[in-house]
């Protein structure tokens, strides 16, 4: 049997896209209808958002625990979370989680070797881009990270939290999305990252002047591999 899948959530949107896409590719590898045992818990959003907004990481850290234990009693063995933002307290799950993790900035790095990606944009939240949660994964692969220009991080930050976490997609705010990724090409960027879980709603590969990075569908085929391949295995 796979491993049973735990999803850490924090907003709705990547969490629900993240789940979605686990069961609809897992029948290419289980069979008709088949995916992993799949169990999510998700706080109100708004505790994650107080703990942003003060800077407590420490805070950010207790609540990503406190998913971590209700889903271990569930019974699941693999810890994912899909929102890049909230990767920051990762130092201070990891010690004390009762389950183990994949790392979602760990697993775009991954992706972003596999195909020959160096100089790499990167889109979302201003607390993770300002953050060093994908400098870091980058930089351990030999790879860059360019962030946006702050204005445009302002602006695509609001809408993520005031459009894309509640489903709403705007036509101006698509165009505000590729503005940013066109000025990544121009600066020799080879693909960009859509670091929020809730950007793939309105960015992919079809609209995009870059290739893109999906990292909530990055990590969930990552968990549903990992899950497949370690549960045959036992």
């Known amino acids: 049997m796979p491993l049973h899948i ?12 993240c789940y979605r896409t686990i069961c609809a590719e897992g029948a290419a590898r289980l069979g008709a209808h088949a995916h992993p045992e799949i169990s999510m818990h998700t706080p ?12 407590d990481l420490a805070g950010v850290g207790e609540l990503m625990l406190a998913s971590a234990r209700k889903l271990a009693n569930a019974g699941a063995n693999l810890l994912i979370c899909p929102d890049n933002t909230i990767h920051q307290a990762f130092a201070h799950v990891q010690p004390r989680s009762p389950l183990p993790w994949l790392h979602i900035a760990e697993v775009v790095s991954l992706e972003a070797s596999r195909r020959g990606y160096t100089r790499l ?3 979302g939240t201003r607390w993770l881009v300002d953050s060093d949660v994908y400098p870091q994964k980058l ?3 030999g790879q860059q990270c360019v962030r946006p220009h702050p204005r445009e991080c ?16 705007k036509p101006e705010s698509i165009a505000t999305y590729l503005s940013v990724i066109q000025e990544f090409k121009e600066q ?18 079809d609209n995009s002047p870059l290739p893109v990075l999906d990292s909530t569908r990055l990590l969930a085929r990552a968990a549903l591999q990992k899950a497949v391949s370690i549960g045959v295995a036992k």
């Open 44 to 55: 109100s959003l708004a505790e994650y958002v107080r703990c942003l907004d003060r800077g």
């Open 154 to 169: 302002d602006e695509t930050s609001q809408i993520i939290m005031d459009e894309l976490v509640y489903g709403v997609v």
């Open 121 to 123: 944009g990167l889109t």
């Open 139 to 141: 930089a351990e692969k």
């Open 6 to 17: 735990g999803i850490v959530g924090c907003s709705a949107e990547g969490a629900a896209l």
């Open 188 to 205: 020799a960027c080879d693909a960009v990252i859509l670091g929020c879980t809730e950007i793939p709603l309105i960015v992919n590969d």
